[in-house]
């Protein structure tokens, strides 16, 4: 049976273009979820926009794409810029002529902690990039969607959302995302256009695993052990396949009638209530 996949009438978004925000990563062990939602995508046949804040990242992500007969190009932009978000927009457009799905995968949360110790530099920086930024990138897409009529726009946010962290600037940044994807859902329905999020929960990313253990001085491995520990399903962490296939979803004419949901993708964590 051959695969689904670019050159393949049933892969799942064959002859639709995406634009992945954050679609580069840090250097660890394991993929992150943007490098994995933008190789997932352009193995269903989408042609990917990979945007990153770095462009060498987005380059990595293209040449990972265009080794497996993807299609795919780089470009740099920071989230939290105005005209930056306006200009991956209309690169988009530029290459290909419409814009069918948007990701933003982008997210911070390093320095963050308790409401005391927590400085406020710190939270404006977290709050800008999370929250701010999903605001700008939905600003300069949805006139582009409203024009076509339809589009899908998916918001990676997190579990955090919804638990207890002991990180006030990420957990409210991410409980604030779900209230965007809310609002953008129900005022752009009317319009063709749906606006979905994903929760993960703790992923074996370089992001959330790499970075902690040398902040923490530690082997990954040990980190990893203890992340593991907290998940209920299987007691281990997820992945970013396991991210980009959630995002694929919401992404796809599969879920043409689902919009404003947040999925959480955390092996049950958010379910621990009480």
């Not at 049933?10 to 634009?19: D, E, M, P």
């Not at 979820?33 to 990242?57: K, P, Q, W, Y």
């Not at 703790?202 to 040398?214: E, I, K, W």
């Amino acid at each position: 049976m051959a695969e689904p996949g670019r050159d393949v009438p049933g892969g799942r978004l064959a002859g639709k273009v995406a634009l992945v925000v954050g679609g580069g990563q840090t250097q660890g062990a394991t993929t992150g979820n943007g490098r994995a939602i933008s190789c997932r995508f352009a193995a269903e046949g989408a042609s990917v926009v990979v945007a990153d804040r770095v462009l060498a990242r987005a380059e990595e992500t293209v040449a990972i794409i265009e080794a497996d007969g993807g299609r795919a190009i780089a470009i740099e932009g920071d989230i939290t810029s105005s005209d930056d978000c306006a200009a991956m927009v209309a690169a988009t457009v530029e290459a290909h002529g419409r814009m069918d799905v948007v990701v933003d995968n982008v997210g911070i949360g390093g320095g963050d902690g308790g409401p005391v110790s927590l400085e406020e530099h710190v939270w404006d920086r977290i709050q800008s990039v999370n929250v701010k930024g999903a605001y700008l990138l939905c600003k300069h897409v949805l006139p582009v969607l409203r024009e076509q009529g339809s589009g899908s726009i998916v918001l990676v946010s997190s579990v955090a959302a919804v638990c207890s962290t002991g990180m006030l600037a990420y957990t409210t940044s991410k409980a604030a995302l779900n209230a965007l994807c809310h609002e953008v859902a129900m005022g752009n329905a009317g319009r063709g256009i749906r606006c979905n999020a994903v929760m993960p929960g703790l992923m074996d990313t370089p992001m959330a695993v790499d970075a902690l253990a040398g902040a923490l001085g530690v082997d990954r491995a040990v980190v990893s052990e203890r992340r593991d520990a907290m998940v209920p399903l299987g007691g281990q962490q997820g992945t970013a396949d396991d991210v980009a296939n959630a995002v694929l979803f919401l992404a796809s004419d599969e879920a043409r009638f689902v919009t404003a949901a947040v999925l959480p993708v955390d092996g049950g964590q958010s379910a621990r209530i009480g």
